[in-house]
């Protein structure tokens, strides 16, 4: 065994799916398993068979779909539990039961109404059960984040022994703190005979800001399994963050320890979940955020563009984005000003850079963020590199009628017109434009605000579109939603457009 591999158990279909409105179908859930399998994911945890005949039928459907993952399925520790994980799993190439009981005193007096001997005895005999089903048996202490360590020993100590491969030590409510988590790990390895022929599992919880901090600590004292989930989906608060455990174990080298993660294929990953699941990732989240990559003040946009380490500990590129984002606000720099309009194909000469960056001070004191039609016109251009233009849009919509856009474009000088319905008067006027387009584009994220309050006040709206394998991110403002909408769709075209 390499005591220095992190196994990466991707819980995304189980602990994930948990989270009010985020259900998935089967369809959509293979969809998601196949996209694990090429993040490099050891271990899918593809539901809990017996709570639903959808859960079972994922569980098989995920298991014939996949060939290099681990499969693994939850079950109590329960007879008819352990029946149906492992008939759910009979297709599986690599198949694991995740079965276990809840271990701290709360549980076991208010849950169970048992007592710590009797606890002992059902977990052994569940794992000892499964081990004739399947030869993977993973072992879950449920609350061992609350339960004392002198017990906990005792319990992971019996399983062990009736054969359990793997030990999952979840902090399930999130409320260790990490030295706290870690010595609990600490004293499992050094309390527990044949511990160093099991893997200890992390399972963390974010009620408390915690799950990554206890999750590292975990490892930095001796698991060598993370369970985890894109975008730190699940119940309550979420659980840990696959692409934070991934990213911090590849950039911080002196841990010397690495997972199998092919960590291009996060970012892209973590677009995927967030749509499947109706679940938006707040622009600020580490390493998959909008704003993870982009910079706003002057002194950080000068010192990325002279050197990207200065603030910037992932290369963007590593995570699967194409570049970091210089965001233009009035507290950008005369840098950040000119590499913007260079990327726009604009030349400033030295002696004009300060008279346009007064005028761009100004306009950034009302418009609050540049965009980059903005820097055309305080170039002097205009809308001269404009590809696509909006002519007109006209929009029917109401309740009980069919939604339906026409709309004229200029598309390099040529005018052209077209009318579509929709699932809604955004959605129509988009169609209508695709109609002249012509153009594989696939919006992967759409934020409406208000400019002002007030049902009379304008809205701005944020796009961002995936078009042959780049994202591109256009901005929209008006008083009408449609119109706000369909101008931050054009923006976006006219990126790639030219």
Request: charged content about 25%.
């Amino acid at each position: 065994m390499d005591r220095n591999r992190v196994y990466i158990f991707d819980t995304t279909l189980r602990d994930g799916e948990q989270v009010p409105g985020c259900q998935l179908n089967t369809i959509e859930k293979i969809h998601i398993a196949r996209g694990l399998e090429r993040l490099g994911v050891d271990v899918i945890e593809a539901g809990f068979p017996i709570s639903s005949p959808g859960d079972f039928n994922s569980v098989i459907e995920i298991s014939k779909a996949v060939s290099e993952p681990v499969v693994c399925a939850l079950s109590r520790a329960v007879q008819k539990d352990i029946d149906m994980a492992a008939e759910a799993l009979k297709f599986a190439k690599r198949p694991r039961i995740h079965t276990g009981i809840g271990t701290s005193d709360s549980h076991i007096k208010y849950k169970f109404n048992s007592t710590r001997e009797e606890i002992i005895e059902r977990a052994v005999a569940a794992v000892k059960y499964a081990r004739n089903l399947v030869e993977e048996v993973e072992f879950y202490a449920e609350d061992a984040g609350r339960t004392d360590n002198e017990y906990l020993a005792k319990v992971v100590q019996a399983v062990v022994k009736a054969g359990a491969r793997v030990i999952n030590i979840p902090d399930t409510t999130g409320y260790c703190l990490p030295e706290e988590y870690g010595a609990k790990i600490k004293y499992l390895m050094e309390h527990v005979d044949g511990i160093e022929d099991v893997i200890i599992s992390t399972h963390c919880h974010n009620d408390l800001g915690m799950a990554t901090a206890n999750t590292m600590s975990g490892l930095l004292n001796g698991a060598r399994q993370v369970e985890c989930t894109i975008n730190g989906v699940g119940e309550r608060a979420g659980n840990t963050s696959l692409e934070e455990i991934a990213m911090i174990l590849q950039c911080h080298k002196d841990i010397d320890l690495h997972t199998g993660i092919n960590s291009r294929d996060i970012y892209s990953m973590s677009r995927n979940v967030s749509s499947l699941m109706h679940m938006p990732v707040q622009p600020n989240k580490a390493v998959v955020g909008k704003n993870a990559f982009a910079h706003s003040s002057g002194i950080h946009q000068d010192g990325v563009l002279k050197n990207m380490s200065t603030y910037e500990i992932i290369d963007p590129k590593d995570v699967g984005i194409d570049e970091n984002s210089i965001v233009l606000t009035a507290r950008s720099g005369r840098a950040a000003l000119r590499h913007r309009m260079e990327l726009l194909g604009i030349t400033v000469e030295d002696d004009k850079i300060d008279s346009i960056y007064q005028d761009f001070l100004r306009m950034a004191d009302q418009k609050k963020e540049i965009v980059d039609e903005d820097l055309l016109v305080l170039a002097g251009q205009g809308n001269l590199q404009k590809a696509v233009k909006l002519d007109y849009l006209q929009v029917i919509s109401g309740v009980g009628v069919r939604h339906v856009a026409s709309i004229g474009l200029d598309v390099k000088g040529e005018k052209f017109e077209a009318a579509a319905t929709g699932n809604g008067p955004v959605d129509a006027a988009i169609n209508a434009s695709n109609q002249i387009i012509k153009e594989k584009v696939t919006i992967t994220e759409l934020t409406i605000q208000n400019i002002s309050l007030g049902s009379s006040d304008g809205c701005r709206v944020h796009m961002q579109v995936e078009h042959d394998g780049h994202y591109y991110y256009g901005f929209g403002t008006n008083t009408d939603i449609v119109a706000s909408s369909l101008e931050a769709y054009i923006s976006c075209l006219n990126k790639f457009i030219r």
